[in-house]
């Protein structure tokens, strides 16, 4: 199985300032396609995920600009400029390249 | 795009339970469906996958003990769990399967407790 890493465990940041969440993976996420297939999701406090970040690199639908994501064939970041209240939350990455899915264990964001 | 799961609750170890998710607002038999869960304070932990033609994954934990299913003509998604056990217990949640999981639904809790 893929095992997906994630650092910090937490992250506690003042509004408006940026945040940065490591994701590394134990293979290879470059499909034979040439995809990347590496997702982030958002957790917000008694919420359902929703996703943010697709093969990578692509916001999701409605997802505001501040959010960003790059990286390599194993090694990911999620980055957030100028953080907001809503950001609050657990950040997980996820990917899609084969079966089992699996997930990073969680950055908690909170605002100092 | 909506997702309603429902049948959740208090089973006993060893007993059985259904749970559904009820889809709305797209083409739902033209997309592949997942089951994920979280354990209370946990992370996320994939369960089933079911292709738009009812082909079917498990994580290696509920293999043979859980099934996913889907009747196109309800709209509905499925997960039958068989043998319950204590580690069962957790919030769970079905999404839908397009570049990522694009739409969760707000989750289902399943609590396994004599």
């Known amino acids: 199985d893929i095992v997906l890493t994630q650092a910090p465990l937490s992250v506690s940041v003042t509004p408006g300032e940026s945040a940065s969440i490591s994701c590394r993976s134990s293979k290879s996420l470059l499909s034979s396609k040439g995809i990347t297939s590496l997702y982030w999701y958002l957790q917000r406090p008694g919420k359902s995920p929703q996703l943010l970040i697709y093969?990578?690199?692509n916001l999701a639908s409605g997802v505001p600009d501040r959010f960003s994501s790059s990286g390599s064939e194993t090694d990911f970041t999620l980055k957030i400029s100028k953080v907001e209240t809503e950001d609050v939350g657990v950040y997980y990455c996820g990917h899609r390249l084969e079966y089992p899915r699996t997930f990073g264990g969680g950055t908690k964001l909170e605002l100092k | 795009v909506q997702l309603v799961e429902s049948g959740g609750g208090l089973v006993q170890p060893g007993k059985s339970l259904k749970l559904s998710c009820s889809a709305s607002g797209f083409t739902f038999s033209s997309y592949g469906m997942h089951w994920i869960r979280q354990a209370p304070g946990k992370g996320l932990d994939w369960v089933a996958y079911i292709s738009s033609s009812s082909g079917t994954v498990y994580a290696d934990a509920v293999k043979g003990r859980f099934t996913i299913s889907r009747d196109n003509a309800k709209n509905t998604l499925y997960l039958q769990l068989n043998s319950l056990k204590s580690e069962d217990t957790a919030i769970y949640y079905c999404a839908r399967s397009v570049t990522g999981m694009d739409y969760w639904g707000q989750g289902v809790m399943v609590t396994v407790s004599s």
């Open positions: 093969q990578m690199s």
